[in-house]
């Protein structure tokens, strides 16, 4: 077999007729564009990659300014005095070009203080002005909050309103073997 494609004359033979040189013109043009596809993509996401970074650098008059994890952290737990809440678990920061954005995982405690998405679009405009006030953060693109636990005494454990004590028969099937 490997003969055969090593051989010229079997090559000739293969693509004597248009149809067989249509065919393989097609699965080559296939072939290329799906090659052109991964080569773009890998490209792309090496471009646009958000990467998790340590530190904020702020550009100043005479350098760069670099704000660690710590600060942004401690500066967003003062903001969030405001907005009893919420409770930050972890922040993390991530910088795509120039451009840095916060993910926050908070819980979320239900006390009537209002639902969760106005608590958050409020805590989100505090953060971003207060990001901009004290550390002069122009960049800051955006703030993805991720709600892990709820708390409050309104999920306080209830039973249910409605119990269901009747089992569940199949058909030809007597209850008692359930």
């Not at 052109?36 to 650098?57: D, E, K, P, Q």
């Not at 999920?155 to 007597?174: D, F, I, Q, R, Y």
Request: hydrophobic share 50%.
């Amino acid at each position: 077999m490997a003969k055969y494609f090593t051989d010229l004359s079997a090559w000739r033979e293969l693509l004597a007729g248009d149809f067989n040189r249509g065919y393989l013109s097609g699965v080559l043009l296939v072939l290329a564009v799906v090659l052109v596809m991964l080569v773009l993509r890998l490209v792309l996401s090496f471009l646009f990659r958000n990467r998790r970074v340590r530190s904020m650098v702020v550009p100043a008059a005479d350098g760069e300014v670099m704000i660690s994890r710590n600060a942004v952290v401690a500066a967003v737990e003062s903001m969030l005095a405001d907005f009893p809440a919420l409770m930050v678990d972890s922040l993390k920061i991530y910088r795509c070009r120039r451009q840095y954005s916060l993910l926050l995982h908070c819980r979320f405690q239900v006390d009537g203080t209002g639902a969760f998405p106005d608590v958050a679009q409020k805590m989100k405009e505090a953060v971003f002005t207060g990001m901009r006030e004290r550390f002069g953060v122009e960049n800051l693109r955006k703030i993805r909050i991720v709600l892990t636990d709820l708390e409050g005494k309104d999920l306080a454990k209830t039973e249910p309103a409605v119990s269901v004590s009747m089992p569940v028969s199949t058909p030809g099937m007597p209850s008692d073997q359930l």
